[in-house]
């Protein structure tokens, strides 16, 4: 992935029942967590997520995502996907 120097990224660490939500610049080399979203019937708090999106206008989102290596994280990567 070729990166500009000036690009915005956008992290994202799905759970269960929270969100994390990060900020990397690329011209700093720094990463910041911006929030912690609620999770409630299997989806983000949207209006929350456009807010900081408009904010932020990052080039690339960047999504956590498990390994399927059990049942568990199988359907937590399965809420990651319809995420």
């Known amino acids: 992935m070729n990166l500009k120097p000036d690009s915005v990224l956008i ?6 029942k929270k969100m994390g939500v990060a900020i990397a610049q690329c011209i700093t080399k720094t990463a910041t967590p911006l929030n912690v979203l609620e999770i409630k019937n299997e989806n983000p708090n949207w209006e929350q997520l456009d807010q900081i999106v408009n904010d932020y206008k990052p080039d690339i989102a960047i999504i956590g995502y498990p390994g ?3 049942k568990k994280t199988s359907l ?8």
């Open 11 to 16: 992290g994202f660490d799905y759970g269960t």
């Open 68 to 70: 399927k290596n059990n």
């Open 76 to 83: 937590l990567a399965d809420k990651i996907e319809k995420f």
